[in-house]
């Protein structure tokens, strides 16, 4: 697995983080040229009007945000330093759309200069003129959803690129001016070998973005996938190629981070692995429980002790924000008592591979992670799938492989 400790530069940003008490910030744009055929996002396709009006809502959503705090906290600007346009597509805003998103940002919070602030984007989406016009905005971290480099992946995944495209895609981002790109892929696809993964990831790696996510494809209730392969464990219909079975998983999950690590890129996550001080600082403050504040459909938010999710009817949503004054559209707020606080530390810090931090859990909870949880902790570390060192708390290699099962552990 490699050196545990983060990268000089992450581990300075997370510092300030927690001095600073930032927040991170989210911004949800569900819209997508079309439905890919395993996604279970709260996505869909929508005419310009509807994107139109749903950024509008967002804007003002930012802007009531903001001034809530401020009238929370008289005196107080929140500072941010993070923001993650999510989605959806949110290469399919136009760049007036975006602008007009961290302009509502930039006045209701504080953001850093030196902020990381990331969008999603879809290859066949963005062209050089857009993505330049979002690094003159301040967007400086790409994510770009590869997925495959295969075209009958790709069209068996019901993406709408193909694998040149990703390039085009990449190339425009480094024209643009983007130092920092990321790339998604999924693993495990229908029909898929070891040998056709690695090309895949081969394919990614020669671009050389700075960062990669990998994640094994998960059938998804309620997705033309699911009509097709069933779940992993039914059979499924012989007309499909049959999803690889549990041992190539393990395999091609294992010769992933290999390879990664071999081209000079650390596994910082169960899914993700970064170029020194290219972690993505966004998702690292969600694991370390950090607060944020999510905007748009759906969107999740925890802040002030309290956690909720927007509401994800799109009409209700937008008449909502236009209202005056604006109703509230918060669903499942519910206020963390310390059982869930506790939960989620571990369950979040444990994503990463360098776990969690001692010291931080008992300034944290005013008991220590033995004090808590000392009988699992005995446990999964006699098993050989957590491992004590220099104050922290994580998971083995071989821990990683079943880390849904051991994070249930931490569950009361
Ligand atoms: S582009 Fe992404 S969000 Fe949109 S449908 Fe495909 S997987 Fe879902």
């Not at 530069?9 to 997370?14: D, E, P, R, S, V």
């Not at 809502?57 to 903001?66: C, D, N, V």
């Not at 905005?137 to 009958?152: E, K, Y």
Request: include cysteine; hydrophobic fraction near 35%; aromatic fraction near 10%.
């Amino acid at each position: 697995m490699g050196e545990r400790e983060l990268s000089q530069g992450a581990a300075a940003a997370y510092e300030r983080k927690d001095h600073t008490g930032a927040l991170s910030l989210y911004i949800h744009f569900p819209f997508c040229v079309r439905k890919c055929a395993y996604c279970d996002f709260l996505s869909a396709p929508a005419d310009e009007e509807t994107r139109e009006a749903y950024v509008d809502a967002l804007a003002r959503e930012i802007k009531t945000a903001g001034e809530r705090i401020a009238a929370q906290q008289p005196g107080h600007v929140q500072y941010v330093d993070t923001i993650y346009f999510g989605g959806g597509t949110p290469s399919l805003m136009t760049s007036a759309q975006t602008d007009h998103l961290l302009t509502a940002v930039a006045m209701s919070f504080l953001v850093a200069d030196d902020a990381e602030i990331s969008a999603e984007c879809n290859p066949g989406t963005a062209d050089q003129e857009k993505l330049a016009a979002w690094r003159s905005m301040g967007i400086n971290r790409l994510s770009i959803g590869a997925q495959s480099f295969h075209d009958d992946d790709l069209k068996r995944l019901g993406r709408i690129h193909t694998a040149a495209q990703i390039g085009q895609t990449f190339r425009a981002a480094r024209q643009a001016g983007f130092t920092n790109i990321s790339m998604d892929l999924i693993s495990s696809l229908p029909g898929q070998t070891t040998g056709r993964a690695k090309e895949d990831l081969c394919s990614a790696m020669a671009l050389m973005p700075e960062h990669l996510s990998v994640y094994s494809l998960i059938i998804e209730e309620d997705t033309p996938f699911r009509d097709m392969y069933g779940s992993r464990e039914t059979a499924p219909d012989p007309a499909y190629l049959p999803l690889p079975d549990e041992d190539t998983e393990r395999e091609i999950y294992h010769r992933t981070w290999q390879l990664l690590e071999e081209g000079g890129y650390r596994q910082y996550e169960i899914s993700s692995a970064a170029r020194p001080g290219y972690e993505c600082f966004h998702n690292i403050g969600y694991w370390k429980g950090h607060e944020y504040l999510g905007f748009g459909l759906g969107a999740a938010s925890l802040y002030g002790g309290a956690r909720w999710s927007n509401t994800p009817d799109l009409q209700e949503y937008t008449e909502a924000m236009s209202a005056v004054p604006q109703r509230d559209i918060r669903r499942e707020l519910s206020v963390l008592t310390e059982k869930d606080r506790l939960e989620e530390f571990m369950f979040l810090g444990l994503r990463m591979t360098d776990g969690i931090s001692e010291e931080v859990f008992a300034k944290t909870f005013g008991k220590t992670a033995d004090e808590v949880y000392g009988d699992v902790i005995r446990k999964q570390t006699e098993q050989g799938m957590l491992e004590r060192s220099g104050g922290r708390l994580f998971f083995t290699e071989r821990g990683v492989d079943i880390s849904n099962t051991l994070m249930a552990e931490y569950m009361f």
